[in-house]
């Protein structure tokens, strides 16, 4: 990718709304449309040029609204559909897009689809869905067609009495899959996209889009997943991702409906692998712009053992995941740059320190993500910040994964304190506790109660005393974003990895003609010496930014052996010392 072919998404860094955890206008205890329409200044202030909103369709929230009962309405919690036009409206004023989130991999088990499709295996809407026969020769209810696991636990079927079959729903059973075999089904998807895209909204995230073909056999069936665990289920992810159809689905979306806009689209992508991440995101003959890929999310678990194995991190895993998917897309492709998201934990408890070092650490990932090549997206809360909350117990808990984990797993005979100790950890509540406005009751979130406890730690981690302090997490957010449209190296420079194996400090270069990026950052609280390879030594170099103040002469020269600070982070910008490395 050349600046020739640059797209409007390229230097724009995308932020991330959960509605429901933002901003409460009418004192239910629920975020909405309004709310969000009143706090853009907050947007406006930290430079952000797109929204990703998470699902605001009409839904009965069995998973927060990733379970869509009306892809044409908006759930009557968040508002109205003139709501959303005044929002569409209002942040297109001030130059920002807006990015809807898509999800049709399922739908709602209250969609009318569902709920008359189930009905008949005549009725045109059951083709909509997956339906299978009870396995062998056991009758049903207890005798599913594969052995496959739902995501949210369970059984990845349900069994459907009015047709005397079973629904695949690879989520929760409130979520039944869609058949994207049925052309009429593939047709009301493109139906939908036209939809918003008539409300103006400027592109689609679209939710485990690489789940949505599924691994058909010749018999018609779907296969068994390994055996790898004890029990009548097995994980199904690794199977059904990146199925045969994938690409020829996603192709007819692209020539259908995303290639007569210019848009941004991100897919979804668990355990894609660089290969198929190029495959989805080839500007030629791929279909969207970037994808979400996990290989970096699921580098602090145990190798088969779910997102609940903890295990710490290792930093050097990290920078070759990084570096993996930083080659693989460089020049024919565009990675999304991201730490957090509603499905996952705060990033300063996870892989910083939200004690002592919380604002240095904040920024040190926030440095380490954002000087790497693609369009960085920041999870609501993160510019500030915002750490983990302290869920004392499940009764903490509003998300499904996490009560229906913590019910398994108990059932299984494991420690219930154990069990909470993993989900305090990993548990997607963390990142969903309302949205920290200042110092008033709840975070300033809602008059009323909140539907998830707000992190009591509001009254010190909050956006109004974020943007007082020049210091704070939320201007050295504001600074990358600035800076990054300011420098083309930034935007199309080759990543470099230095120090690969170095357990406490990432150090990259960015490479872009005689122009070089380097980042350099202390993963730990303990200070770091270290010398850097020849190629990067820079000539004339400038201390863009850092989260210490600088020393000596304040940036202006690089010293000949390094020594960092705790979660010390600096992108000094310069010029190759001498012609080391290739070009771009
Ligand atoms: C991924 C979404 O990000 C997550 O929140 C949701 O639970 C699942 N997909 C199912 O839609």
Known sequence: MNPPDQRWWHDQVVYQIYPRSFADSNGDGIGDLPGILARLDHLVALGVGVVWLSPVYRSPM???????????????????LADFDALVAALHARGIRLVMDLVVNHCSDQHPWFAQGRQSRDHPWHGYFIWGEPAGDGGPPNHPPNNWEACFNGPAWT????????????????????????????????NIQRFWLARGVDGFRMDVINLIAKPWGDDGRLPDAPVVQPGPVQPAFALVVHGPQLMAYLREMRAEVLSHHDLLTVGEAPLATPAQGREIIDPDTGALGMLFQFEHMDLDCQPGGGKWALKPLHLPDLKASMQRWQDALHGRGWNS?????????????????????????????????????????????????????????????????????FRAAVQRGQAPAEVMRSIRAKGRDNARTPMAW????????????????????????????????????????????????????????????????????????????????????????EHQCFDLPAEAVLQAPTLLLGNWPAEGDGGASVPAHWRLRPWEARIYLGCAARDTTAGP
Not at 160 to 184: E, K
């Open 438 to 525: 200042d110092a008033s009751a709840h975070g300033g979130f809602s008059t009323g109660t909140p539907w998830l406890a707000s992190n009591p730690n509001f009254t010190d981690i909050n956006a109004a005393q974020a943007r007082a302090d020049g210091d704070s997490v939320f201007h050295h957010y504001r600074q990358l974003i600035a800076l990054r449209r300011l420098h083309p190296v930034w935007l199309w420079g080759r990543t470099v990895q230095l120090l690969a194996e170095h357990e406490q400090v990432a150090a990259y270069l960015r490479v872009w003609q005689d122009r070089r990026l380097l980042v350099l950052c202390n993963f730990s609280a």
């Open 159 to 190: 069994f459907n009495p009015p047709t005397g079959d079973y629904f695949l729903h690879l989520f929760s059973p409130q979520q039944p899959d869609l058949d994207w075999r049925c052309p009429a089904l593939r047709a009301e998807v493109h």
């Open 62 to 80: 069995a998973d927060n609204g990733y379970d869509i009962s009306d892809y044409r309405d908006i759930a009557p919690e968040f508002g109205t």
């Open 337 to 405: 740059l991201y730490l957090g998201n509603h499905d996952q934990p705060r990033v300063v408890s996870r892989w910083g320190d939200d004690g002592r070092w919380r604002v240095h650490s904040a920024k040190l990932l926030a440095t380490w993500l954002h000087g790497q090549q693609g369009t960085p997206y920041i999870y609501q809360g993160e510019e500030l910040g915002m750490s983990n909350t302290p869920l004392a117990s499940i009764d903490d808990c509003r998300d499904i994964e996490s009560i229906n984990h």
